[in-house]
């Protein structure tokens, strides 16, 4: 009894306080020199002057939201946007290189050569088609595989083809292969290879083709010819696996993984290998180099490029908002990108291995049965693989 009195009376006492600087504070505060209440209005605007970003990139993506902020717009002429935004205009380009880059990057002359081809052709974002499969989704996929490749991996598409990539009905629903192909042009030294890529195209009718130079830095361009093509050629696609030709997909999981969803996460679906926290590499020898005068800042959380997974909802999202956001030279960072915009970030699933699994499993036919995607696979072990995954024999505990 009297420990508890003690501590009630501990209370008040505490509670008292408490009030009487309360009081105290709210006096002082909300009362000028003489008693009366006042509203204190700061002497200057407590937002910041917009200066532009020293990187290219992020300058670029600044005058992007600039001109969509829609409460600016609503108001303003192009008079009234800072004098850096407006010359910088790159949507107002015609699809030729355009030399105002050399001056408006600080150490333009000494980038690497991909760079310079990079940035002169980067508001580029329209190619024409070579070769198309127009009527490929007349009945509309449940699922549309849809892999990266290049002109001379005639091998790589034929074991997908044989393999992971056999278009048809898997477990009762429609799964469609197409390959997303650029140019291989005589510039970059590619032997022209383009009268047997069209026999390939009639035989399998399931090559995509744009004409452009077809590079590692081009592969963003690559990203939106397809947002593109998927709204016209297959916008009924309910969902998109999208990877490379030297992955193994296991095609009968995501199916089962699919068919598990609840509708609102169906909608909404992004799932890959997830890569956060991550930034721009500035060691000049890694592939994935970037300098600082092209961007500055952290990635967003990002799918790896092997493979990812997503609903068709999504693919018209991403395209819409694709033409808000500047092409940047590394594909996966670029889609995740586009996903911040949206609001959405990838979510990390287990079954996709693109940094491979471990050496003592990978011959162990059971070791795929859970997974989704292991990269990387040559077109044999593509093969060998799906032979195991589909024999009835299989028995895996
Ligand atoms: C819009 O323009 C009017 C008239 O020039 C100005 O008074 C108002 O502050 C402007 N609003 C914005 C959001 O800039
Ligand atoms: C940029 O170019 C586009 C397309 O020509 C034009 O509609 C827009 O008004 C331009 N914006 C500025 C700020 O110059
Ligand atoms: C395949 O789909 C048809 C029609 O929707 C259905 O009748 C059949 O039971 C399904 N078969 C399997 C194995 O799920
Ligand atoms: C593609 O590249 C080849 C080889 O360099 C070239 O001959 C051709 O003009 C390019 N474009 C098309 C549409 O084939
Ligand atoms: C991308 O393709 C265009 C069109 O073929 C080409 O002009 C440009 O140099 C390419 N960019 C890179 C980085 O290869």
Request: charged share 20%; glycine share 6%; net charge positive.
């Amino acid at each position: 009894m009297a420990v508890q009195r003690r501590r009630l009376k501990l209370g008040v006492t505490v509670l008292t306080i408490n009030l009487f600087i309360f009081i105290l504070i709210f006096r002082h505060s909300s009362q000028d020199k003489n008693g009366r209440h006042s509203v204190r209005i700061p002497s200057e605007p407590f937002w910041a002057k917009l200066l532009p970003n020293s990187a290219y990139w992020n300058r670029l993506q600044q005058i992007q939201d600039l001109q969509n902020n829609p409460i600016l717009t609503a108001n303003l002429s192009d008079t009234g946007l800072p004098y850096w935004a407006t010359e910088t205009n790159l949507s107002s380009e015609p699809c030729k290189h355009n030399n105002r880059v050399t001056t408006q990057v600080k150490d333009y002359n000494s980038l690497p050569s991909r760079f310079k081809d990079f940035l002169l052709y980067m508001h580029c974002r329209s190619y024409p088609l070579m070769v198309d499969q127009p009527h490929i989704c007349k009945e509309p996929p449940f699922l549309l595989l849809a892999v990266k490749s290049q002109v001379s991996h005639f091998d790589r598409r034929q074991a997908i083809r044989q393999s992971w990539g056999g278009a048809g009905v898997v477990a009762n629903k429609t799964v469609v292969t197409v390959f997303l192909l650029g140019n291989a042009t005589a510039w970059d030294h590619h032997p022209d290879l383009s009268s047997s890529l069209q026999d390939e195209s009639n035989r399998h009718n399931d090559i995509i083709q744009w004409d452009y130079r077809d590079s590692f830095f081009n592969l963003t361009v690559k990203e939106v010819l397809f947002l593109e093509w998927i709204q016209t050629r297959c916008p009924n696609a309910r969902f998109i696996f999208k990877g490379d030709d030297d992955v193994f997909v296991n095609t009968y999981r995501i199916l089962d993984f699919l068919k598990g969803l609840s509708e609102p996460k169906a909608r909404d679906l992004f799932v890959g290998d997830v890569i956060t926290e991550a930034g721009p590499h500035r060691d000049k020898k890694v592939k994935y180099f970037i300098p600082e005068s092209m961007y500055v800042g952290k990635y967003p959380p990002y799918a790896g490029g092997g493979g990812y997974l997503f609903s068709g909802d999504i693919a018209a999202r991403l395209r819409s908002v694709s033409q808000h956001v500047p092409l940047y030279p590394i594909d996966d960072v670029y889609t995740g990108m586009c996903l911040k915009k949206l609001g959405l970030a990838p979510e990390k699933h287990k079954g996709f291995r693109t940094f491979d699994i471990e050496e003592k499993y990978r011959s162990n036919p059971c070791a795929y049965k859970s997974l989704i995607l292991v990269h990387p696979r040559t077109p044999q072990q593509m093969i060998q693989i799906w032979t195991w995954l589909s024999s009835p024999d299989l028995n895996c505990q």
